[in-house]
């Protein structure tokens, strides 16, 4: 199977510090990867997506960045609030198929 | 919002029992998911579906079946439940790029 996995289990930052979570990935035939926010009892939710063609990525608040060299993805939160803990994954998609990694807790401390 | 729904969201059963966990979607996507995710964990396929009577074994595939009768409904069943199979069951839809998860089913097996 892929390969898929997050650095750092859990996450504390500062109320209006910047996150950053990282994610490294095995399959450089990904044809896409995408970061998921979960909060407590509910199912992922999409944040933002990059295509294998690409470096980076800007959303509202969220930045990701792909470096194809060393395999590996990363989701920039600016000016995190406590709205933004939750667990973060990333996942990449081949052939037809998502490929999770286990999820980064972030905790924003008020 | 997604519109994506799974019932039940609780469910505490007996072993030996038959289940069947219900998932549906309202945005005509074609293809469809069936996650195992314990808590904290990543997410592991069970089986997905391209469409109307295609169905696939993911990587926890052996001990439950699915069907995809209509294009909205997608639901999974358990012929006998166990402990093990005691978990939250995450059902998700693809349009493009977006993958929308349901609420999930946290399954009991007493």
């Known amino acids: 199977g892929e390969s898929v996995g997050l650095h750092l289990p859990t996450l504390s930052v500062q109320e209006g510090d910047n996150s950053i979570i990282n994610c490294a990935y095995s399959?450089?035939?990904?044809?896409?990867f995408i970061w998921y926010k979960q909060e407590s009892g509910k199912g992922p939710q999409f944040i933002i997506d990059i295509r294998s063609n690409m470096d980076k990525r800007q959303g509202q608040r969220v930045t990701v960045l792909l470096n194809k060299t060393v395999k590996h993805l990363s989701l920039q939160i600016a000016a995190t609030q406590p709205g933004d803990s939750a667990v973060y994954f990333c996942?990449?998609?081949?052939?037809?198929?998502?490929?999770f990694g286990t999820g980064t807790s972030l905790t924003v401390i008020p | 919002e997604a519109d994506i729904y799974q019932t039940p969201r609780y469910l505490v059963i007996g072993t030996g029992k038959k289940i069947t966990l219900e998932c549906s979607q309202t945005m005509g996507h074609d293809k469809m998911y069936w996650y195992q995710q314990d808590p904290g964990m990543e997410l592991h396929l069970i089986h997905y579906?391209?469409?109307?009577?295609?169905?696939e074994k993911g990587d926890l595939s052996s001990e439950s079946t699915v069907s995809r009768i209509r294009t909205e409904h997608f639901p999974l069943t358990l012929e006998s439940a166990r402990p093990s199979h005691t978990s939250q069951y995450l059902c998700a839809s693809t349009g493009t790029v977006e993958q929308y998860f349901g609420p999930g089913t946290r399954l009991t097996v007493t």
């Open positions: 996942a990449e998609f081949t052939g037809n198929q998502f490929y």
């Open positions: 399959n450089s035939a990904s044809d896409y």
């Open positions: 579906s391209y469409g109307v009577n295609s169905t």
